[in-house]
């Protein structure tokens, strides 16, 4: 390269390119600037939700204190505010629903996957999506109205005589209780996994399926050896959704769940979660009840989030490995 | 059968270099989709021990050739394969082998690197073996380490066998999944352009190794690379797309024969890059 050249070029150097990168760069600053804008004012949407629920809670905290969460007593007619029945029906209807849901909706994503036939997939898989189109309410109503008689009179008695009224399935078959609302919740949160576990499955390279047939795998080898776990991080998402979404589902379990803060001593006994009870009392609640009542929802807001929480690590560990 | 061969040697279809019986033969064989006809009247012999490539443009039907013979197109609604393909004798599409059997008699490499991404180095290698019922574990770690011996990935992998297998790269994770098809010790491996997704250096590695394999199995290979034909192949089949989109055989014969004397004058051209 002669010289002239060389100085040519260092001179459309000099002249061009600063230009062209204000240019750019005062775009780029407009659109970082405004997304800066709208995280900040998420954050601070947030920030201002959680300091007011725990500011509304904060006389319930510092007079009860611990009670909240480990008090066996929920009566605030009488002041009395023992959170720990809520927090075990909430708990616990959730867990029973996962275990009616989860099996259910993970072998509907493998039959949608690999079982069915195209065109017989499609409309199953819109009628499972429909279920989630379904208002809580309806599913309330049908709970009451279908399920309520058929498990007093078929369901737990049958559960009672297989058990010999053996916990948890001892106590009197009422129908309305814990049981009734896990089966609504399992029904509610079925769609969720069914649709996030088949989509994570329909994304797994096709060639993880040929390449364990091709080394001799039977079809369910393949699937419980191969498929299910290389999806393993996606369906724990599904499952984690469908948790937090049971956890905080309330209409439909305040129908069902007969309403009734005490200690759940088996499936069949009546309860209360805490977003059925805050929904029920806040009406008729006197100012010492509201603060009670803002302290479930805290409780409730810190169960879903760590529900949430646990979920990510399980799936970034998993996600990390696999990727 | 003997018939139909007779014919197709005739037809000039069925010309291969043989010391020994065929290990696998083709008699007219044709794949359907939905009755759409993606190959048509394809015979060839598989020489044991030998590697027999399949060449041709995209659409020739090579990979759907190569499918059809570890029963892969089960999988696929609407597809249906006619004809003989005869293993060793037996028709493995007439009921004379369970499809399983005949998938760890006839193993397969993929186009992509496809180790199951769960599982260790270790899990990968004996996936195969497991899934066929073998659980002691004395036998597995023996199988892994023969298997990975001749994948050539033993020295590198010997330490970390927990490791995950997505910590290899492309070119292990490839001999990764040989060593894996190699550990059910199959008669034939099936290798649906092995290369196409591996750098220049992988390429190699993986070409050398189907050298030193040959001893040991039969390998088919679908590669888009006529070099890489030329390269590794003994025998070589030449496919093109008829004018109704069907895959037609072309020419069957020794690779050398192929590549410097042809008998059809499209197989001239394709080798000499005229088309395709």
Same mark, same amino acid.
């Given at each position: 390269m002669n010289q002239s050249t060389k100085s040519l070029l260092s001179r459309r150097n000099a002249s061009d390119s600063p230009r062209a990168k204000g240019a750019r760069g005062e775009s780029d600053r407009f659109y970082v600037w405004t997304l800066r804008g709208f995280a900040a004012l998420f954050s601070a949407i947030l920030l201002e939700f959680v300091y007011s629920i725990v500011h509304q809670s904060w006389p319930a905290w510092t007079h009860e204190g611990l009670t909240l969460l480990t008090g066996t007593t929920w009566n605030p007619a009488n002041s009395v505010y023992g959170g720990l029945p809520l927090i075990l029906d909430t708990v616990i209807s959730t867990l029973v629903a996962l275990l009616f849901a989860v099996p259910v909706g993970l072998g509907t994503a493998l039959v949608l996957n690999f079982v069915l036939p195209r065109r017989l997939q499609t409309i199953t898989a819109s009628m499972v999506e429909l279920l989630a189109a379904i208002p809580s309410v309806v599913y309330g109503l049908w709970g009451l109205y279908v399920l309520v008689p058929w498990m007093s009179t078929t369901i737990q008695p049958w559960l009672g005589r297989l058990s010999g009224?053996?916990?948890?399935?001892?106590?009197? !078959?009422?129908?309305?209780?814990i049981m009734l609302a896990s089966t609504v919740l399992a029904v509610m949160i079925l769609p969720t996994i069914v649709a996030i576990s088949r989509d994570v499955i329909a994304a797994l390279p096709k060639d993880l399926n040929e390449g364990a047939l091709s080394l001799g795998a039977s079809r369910s080898q393949v699937l419980r050896k191969v498929i299910l776990p290389s999806a393993k991080s996606g369906i724990l998402g599904a499952i984690s959704l469908g948790a937090g979404r049971a956890l905080g589902e309330t209409v439909a379990v305040l129908m069902v769940i007969g309403g009734n803060a005490q200690m !759940?001593?088996?499936?069949f006994s009546v309860g209360a979660t805490l977003a059925s009870t805050i929904a029920t009392e806040y009406t008729e609640a006197s100012p010492g009840n509201v603060a009670a009542l803002g302290a479930l929802a805290v409780i409730l807001m810190v169960l879903t989030a760590a529900v949430n929480a646990f979920a990510r690590r399980l799936v970034r560990r998993t996600g990390a490995l696999s990727s | 059968m003997n018939d139909s061969l007779d014919a197709a040697i005739q037809d000039g279809a069925v010309v291969g270099e043989f010391v020994?019986? $065929?290990l696998l033969q083709l008699r007219k064989v044709n794949v359907s989709f939905s009755g759409r006809v993606?190959?048509?009247d394809v015979s060839f012999d598989v020489a044991p021990n030998k590697i027999t490539a399949l060449i041709g443009p995209?659409?020739?039907g090579k990979t759907t050739i190569l499918r059809s013979l570890n029963r892969l197109?089960?999988? &696929?609604?609407?597809a249906k394969v006619e004809g003989d393909l005869l293993l060793g004798g037996v028709? @493995?599409?007439?009921?004379? @082998?369970a499809t399983m059997l005949l998938r760890s008699r006839i193993g397969m490499v993929f186009q992509r690197p496809n $180790?199951?991404?769960?599982?260790s180095i270790y899990d990968n290698v004996v996936s195969g073996l497991r899934f066929n019922g073998i659980r002691k574990k004395s036998l597995l770690d023996e199988a892994a380490e023969s298997a990975l011996i001749s994948a050539a990935l033993w020295d590198s992998v010997s330490s970390r066998?927990?490791?995950?297998?997505? &910590?290899?790269s492309g070119g292990e994770q490839q001999r990764l999944c040989i060593a894996r098809a190699l550990a059910v010790e199959p008669e034939i491996l099936l290798m649906d352009? $092995? &290369?196409?997704?591996?750098d220049p250096v992988s390429t190699q590695r993986i070409e050398e190794l189907m050298t030193e394999l040959k001893n040991r199995v039969t390998m088919i290979i679908v590669t888009h690379n006529m070099q890489q034909a030329a390269r590794v192949s003994d025998n070589c089949a030449f496919l093109l797309m008829a004018e109704d989109r069907a895959g037609e055989l072309i020419e069957f014969a020794p690779t050398s024969k192929i590549f410097h004397? $042809?008998?059809d004058p499209r197989t001239v051209d394709y080798v000499n890059g005229r088309f395709g």
């Open positions: 009224g053996a916990w948890p399935f001892s106590g009197d !078959p009422l129908g309305a209780g !759940p001593r088996s499936l | 020994t019986d $065929p993606a190959v048509r995209s659409g020739s197109h089960d999988l &696929t609604k609407g028709d @493995i599409y007439k009921g004379g @082998i $180790p199951f991404p769960t599982l066998m927990k490791a995950h297998a997505s &910590t290899l352009e $092995p &290369t196409s997704s591996l004397d $042809p008998s």
